[in-house]
Structure formats: C-alpha cells, structure tokens
C-alpha cells in the first residue's frame, strides 16, 4: 500500500491517527498566551533535539525550461519568459562561487524538460561538483526508482518533491498539461526515491491553492506514513507561501504570519526530530523571528533564475511563446545584466535578500550556530556492510 490509499481513505472519512488528531487541534484558532505556550514548548522541543545548530543550503537552479503547465508557477510552458539551461562547467562555476560564500549545501533545482534536464545530465552534474560539496540534492521532475539510482550512485543523498497540493480537485485545476497532471504518480515520488536510496526526503505544500488547514493536516498524515514505512530515512517538510512570479497568479487561500508561525510550531511540537526548512519567500523580519521557534534549514542569499549567482547562462538565453524557442534578435551580455546575473526568469521573487554573510551574522547574534557542512561521504567510508553489522551485534 502506498500514501496515495492512505490518502484516498482520509479523503473518504478515515479516522485520523492519535498523533494526527493532536496535530489538528493544534491548528485551531488560538489566542496569543496559548500561541506563545505553543512556541515555547517548539522552542524546548527542538533545542532537545537539534541544539542551536541551523543549517545553510543554496538553491542552484540547472534550467527554467518546463512542459508543464501549472497556473501558479513562473516556469510554466506557456509563460513567454526568458529561458536558459546551464552547461555542466557553468553548474560548476554557480556552485564554486556559492562555495567561496560558505556552502557546503547545495539543491540542484530544474523545471521538467526530459530534453535539457535528462537523468545523464544530472549525473554529469553531480559528478562534476561531488568533490567539493559534500551535501547534494536534487528538486527536478518526479522519476522512477531506477531512474533516480545512478544519481544516489553519482553523489546525490536528497531528494525534495513538494506535491504542492493534496486536494486532488484544486491540482486537477492548477495543472493542466505535462506529466505533472498525474497526481498519484507525483505523490508516490518519495517513496520511489527512499527505494532508490536517498538518505534525505523532503516533501510540503505550496501554502495559498487550497484551504491551508487541510493542506497541512494532509502534509502531516504524509510525514507520518513516510516515516513509518521508509524508516531508514531522515525527512524535512516546508510550506512555501506562493510569492510574485511570471503569470501574475494570486493566491486563493490566504494564510496569516500569525498561522503560518502556528503551523510550523504545530509541526515541530508533534513530529520533534523533522528537519523544518524555512526559505527566501519569506521576509527578513518575519523569518528572524522564526528562527528560534523550530525551523533547522534555511536558505540565505537565493536566486531563482539560472545562473543567477553568477551570470552563466546569458549566452542562451531565449524567449519561449506557448512552448515554443524564440531566438532573440541580440544577445543581452553578462555586464548588461542586474548585478551581472543573467537575464533569465526566476521562478518567483525572494522576499529576503540579506546575504549568506548577513544571514549567519544574525544567526550568531541570537545565539544560534550556522552550520555550513554536517556531512562528508568518508564518513561511510570502511563502514561494515549492514549484514555485517548484524553478524556482529
């Protein structure tokens, strides 16, 4: 059996789990000494579990090409945007400049094109940046297990695939054409990958195409099927609240900072050892006062465009109108470019636009470490073969 029973059967009526029925009245309008209780409690929850450590990552983006079309995001295939895809050097110069700043954490990240990104792109990507970065994972189109191996093989240890919404009624609406219509096949997605794998899963929802409390309560029951049955994995979930992005989708189901702190502390209370991943979306106040609370991931110094950190890219790039390459007349160069990044379009805009630098500095000033590197593959490295560790136990 996989999520998707379990899905259809809290769909139809199915009680919910005791941990699941606390994580719902937490979700219940509360008045501000009982948010603050709760805060407290997320606050004690993960400093015993996590200390003060807070873990930086960048987001490189491979390729803004993509043959879905999803009302809500700016890569969409009929948004007539400007579009590139990063040769693997060109990955590798983004990801040396990010490492220059500290990261020792990177999420390759890509719209779905089977033309651009291929799995044998991926790879050469991965093992052209493996030997520097310790910490790879992937966010790109949705593949089989045997599609996602070579790329655990290559170096990659996470996968992250958000389904964005769990009401099947509002994703039947949102996405119209491309693979990314089929919503059990993206809602199987972590389990393929745990099978093929990866140490680390990420999943969450996109915070603003459907009723937020069902949203999240859905994400929950998810977390808790995945860390039942793909136990030997460590997971993190996040709610990206929809931000400005090409195609000028609002969204249709608003959730307040005071609910979006509540959700997170929600999360971190019921589920304490879950990895919570806060990003960029956010403002710089509103993710200063998170923080502390529960969150154990974060972004800092995002782009959202190919080749954004470093200007790679502006030699191809070219509009698209309803799926279609359009050449440009003139190629923008490099220096003509804001901050010599390419010209190509993110696929939302960032609310905090502190740097990595800046971020870490307030990390420090709250009493909060930055933690840049907390895994290296030597350390499996003469490890006993799981048989054997069971000979010997």
């Not at 040769?87 to 040396?96: F, G, I, L, S």
């Not at 990958?193 to 680390?200: E, K, M, Q």
């Not at 039942?228 to 990206?240: D, G, H, N, Q, Y």
């Amino acid at each position: 059996m996989s999520f998707v029973t379990h899905l259809n059967a809290l769909d139809a009526g199915a009680p919910l789990s005791p941990l699941l029925a606390r994580f719902r009245s937490l979700l219940d309008p509360m008045t501000p000494a009982a948010l603050e209780s709760l805060a407290g409690e997320s606050v004690a929850t993960t400093r015993r579990h996590f200390g003060r450590t807070m873990r930086l990552f960048a987001p490189i983006y491979l390729s803004n090409e993509c043959v879905n079309n999803c009302a809500y995001c700016g890569f969409s295939r009929d948004n007539p945007i400007l579009r590139t895809t990063l040769t693997v050097p060109q990955v590798v110069k983004e990801a040396r400049h990010l490492a220059g700043l500290g990261f020792r954490h990177l999420l390759l990240v890509a719209g779905e094109h089977p033309r651009f990104v291929s799995e044998g792109y991926l790879e050469e990507c991965l093992a052209a940046l493996r030997d520097f970065v310790p910490t790879l994972a992937i966010e790109v189109g949705p593949m089989e297990t045997p599609e996602y191996e070579p790329l655990v093989r290559a170096g990659c240890e996470g996968l992250v695939v958000y389904q964005e919404t769990y009401d099947r009624t509002a994703y039947a609406e949102y996405h119209t054409a491309g693979p990314k219509k089929d919503f059990d096949w993206r809602l199987e997605c972590p389990e393929r990958g745990y099978a093929a794998g990866f140490r680390r899963i990420g999943i969450g929802a996109l915070v603003g195409l459907s009723d937020w409390r069902q949203e999240v309560l859905r994400l929950a029951a998810h977390l808790e099927y995945l860390q039942r049955t793909c136990w030997k994995a460590t997971f993190t979930i996040a709610l990206p609240r929809l931000r400005p992005a090409a195609g000028s989708f609002q969204p249709r189901h608003a959730m307040s900072d005071a609910q979006f702190v509540q959700t997170l502390c929600a999360f971190r209370v019921c589920f304490p050892q879950v990895g919570i991943v806060l990003s960029t979306r956010e403002p710089e106040p509103l993710r200063n006062a998170l923080f502390p609370l529960g969150v154990t991931s974060i972004s800092a110094g995002s782009h959202t465009e190919p080749g954004g950190y470093t200007g790679e890219g502006a030699d191809d790039v070219h509009l698209t109108v309803r799926g279609r390459r359009v050449d440009l007349e003139e190629k923008p160069a490099k220096a003509a470019c804001s901050g010599g990044a390419t010209p190509a379009t993110g696929q939302f805009d960032i609310a905090d636009e502190r740097s990595a630098a800046q971020v870490a500095a307030h990390l420090r000033s709250i009493g909060l470490e930055p933690v840049w590197k907390d895994w290296d593959a030597s350390i499996l490295a003469g490890a006993p073969a799981p048989d054997e560790l069971a000979v010997t136990a």
